[in-house]
């Protein structure tokens, strides 16, 4: 899993029909200080996620098919919880 922030959405009129419902959104992944690391995502929005949310993102392709509910899927990234908040006692 990754801390992501929800940056954006995408529309796409066209798409695989095991993908037809799904809510596309643009997630750039963070380090554990806010910091936006590597490449913007495309993800699965399984957990009604908006922009401006921080979130947890699975980049497996099984995990994140799994958070689809559809077997098979053409699924690369999923948001798959919303954080509230993030609490390091060690150093982080």
Request: aromatic share 0%; hydrophobic share 50%; charged share 25%.
């Amino acid at each position: 899993m990754q801390i992501a922030r929800v940056v954006g959405t995408v529309v796409s009129t066209q798409k695989n029909r095991k993908l037809e419902g799904a809510k596309l959104l643009l997630v750039q992944p963070l380090s554990i200080n806010d910091e936006p690391r590597g490449v913007t995502l495309i993800a699965i929005d399984s957990v009604g996620a908006g922009v401006g949310e921080k979130v947890l993102v699975v980049i497996e392709g099984k995990a994140a098919g799994d958070a689809l509910g559809k077997k098979a899927a053409a699924v690369d990234a999923a948001i798959i919880g919303i954080i509230d908040e993030i609490t390091c006692n060690a150093e982080c």
